[in-house]
């Protein structure tokens, strides 16, 4: 079954699922600038609009664009800011 989450005073929300990718989400991002928390390996695919990313420990910030995809280490935290209203999927290991 699907459960919906809402973060960030409803700017971000996304649909968790799993199928034979194993637990996953697809989600949407209102502009504005998100520090999230992992605790299991994630790939994060940019399907719409665009995202730049600053993972933990890095100086600096990534652009990503649909179809490309980053990878978030477990037990870490990463920071998105995103400037139009932009789609995800993210693949948990």
Do not use: H
């Amino acid at each position: 079954m699907f459960k919906t989450n809402t973060y960030f005073e409803e700017n971000v929300v996304s649909v968790a699922f799993e199928n034979k990718e194993g637990k996953a989400t697809v989600g949407v991002m209102a502009p504005g600038v998100y520090t999230f928390g992992t605790t299991t390996v994630e790939y994060m695919t940019v399907i719409s609009g665009s995202m730049e990313v600053n993972l933990k420990g890095a100086s600096e910030w990534n652009t990503y664009t649909p179809f490309q995809t980053f990878k978030i280490e477990a037990n870490s935290s990463f920071e998105v800011r995103v400037t139009e209203d932009t789609s995800y999927k993210c693949v948990y290991e």
